[in-house]
């Protein structure tokens, strides 16, 4: 599909869209592009932008941005900040997903609880959990599964940064896992877990393979919820009976998208801004997105402009990014790992807080 409109717009061009496996994506795109092997357009996870850009293998688009008029704020303004770096813009996003939280208005009515609230208090949060978790449900569901480090930030990053801590100092120098705030936000996610507030196997869940069906199944009655889950919850709940509703999630929720950027062995670089020039217009990437886009005039178009996804674009201004560093995906399996170690009991919120600054520390 793809293919054949690129081609109608412009038929001075061919262009193949080559899929490639989500595992060990970065270190693959790194060879083919060292090898002189890779695509002219490559598609990168915000995520994995530090690593490809820390090691120069990506062109700065600044240039192909001033020549086709493209502008900072035509995109969801913290994913095109994950692709900046020194000064130099090395991406432009096209794919946008952060959670909003969902919520069972039946349960809540059940258990004749208030709903709950956009962006309510971390305080009042817990005090809707422990009133809504009954003997037949639980108020809420976390992420924190070892196989799934990127799952568990989305469902402990948010916790973090509503406490008014961070991963990393400033600069990035240094981990700030260790300060007061981390420490308390830290001690809020466990305690999730150790006063039975989340299911017991949250330990090993991930969001959309565990939580999502157990939502479905009603036996959550909050859930951190993306865009690509919503419209399947909709059409279920009216299957199943149940009313449902989502608000702006408590302290600010984890931005993540995919960019297009292009790689230094590109051996058309002129076709491949020609392309995503193309594929970032409104009317394009509205059509051709099966995830929220990251273009924000797109948000209204199509079948973006149904209502359901609304929450979404009121969430993109109250999300934040995970640290823009090479070292993100050690970062992020050290800050699992010693997660998991709270939750089990093998070390206090403040001990896991410390080892996590300390292994941190030795890598960066």
Not at 199 to 222: K, R, V
Request: net charge negative.
């Amino acid at each position: 599909m793809i293919e054949t409109e690129f081609a109608k717009a412009y038929p001075g061009y061919k262009v193949k869209v080559e899929l490639m496996p989500i595992a060990n994506y970065v270190e693959n795109a790194a060879t083919a592009v060292l090898g002189g092997n890779s695509p002219d357009v490559l598609t990168l996870d915000t995520l994995m932008l530090p690593t490809m850009i820390g090691r120069e293998l990506l062109k700065p688009l600044d240039d192909m941005i001033a020549s086709n008029g493209i502008k900072k704020e035509d995109f969801v303004e913290v994913l095109y900040n994950a692709g900046m770096q020194n000064g130099k813009t090395y991406a432009l996003p096209y794919r946008f997903t952060a959670s909003a939280l969902f919520y069972n208005k039946t349960l809540f009515d059940k258990a004749k609880v208030d709903y709950p609230t956009d962006r309510m208090s971390f305080e009042d949060f817990r005090a809707t959990c422990e009133k809504v978790t009954t003997a037949d449900f639980f108020g809420y569901g976390i992420a924190a599964s070892k196989n799934d480090p990127a799952n568990v930030m989305t469902s402990f990053a948010p916790v973090l940064w509503g406490f008014g801590a961070d991963f990393l100092t400033e600069d990035h120098s240094k981990s700030a896992l260790d300060t007061p705030e981390a420490i308390q936000a830290i001690d809020y996610w466990v305690s999730l877990y150790t006063d039975k507030l989340v299911p017991e196997g949250c330990i090993n869940y991930a969001i959309t393979a565990d939580l999502f069906p157990l939502a479905m199944n009603q036996s959550i009655a909050m859930i951190p919820m993306g865009d690509s889950n919503i419209v399947k919850i909709d059409g279920f709940a009216k299957d199943a009976g149940f009313e449902w509703g989502v608000v702006l999630h408590p302290g600010f929720a984890r931005a993540a998208g995919w960019s297009f950027t292009i790689p230094i062995s590109a051996k058309d670089q002129p076709a491949a801004e020609v392309y995503i020039n193309w594929y970032i217009q409104p009317e394009v990437v509205s059509k051709n997105n099966v995830v929220l886009p990251g273009v924000l005039a797109a948000q209204k178009l199509g079948k973006w402009a149904d209502p359901l996804y609304d929450i979404y674009s009121e969430q993109a201004v109250y999300s934040k990014h995970c640290p823009s560093t090479p070292a993100w995906t050690q970062i992020q399996t050290i800050v699992t790992e010693e997660l998991q170690n709270a939750l089990t009991g093998v070390s206090t919120p403040e001990e896991a807080a410390k080892e996590m600054s300390q292994r941190i520390n030795e890598i960066l």
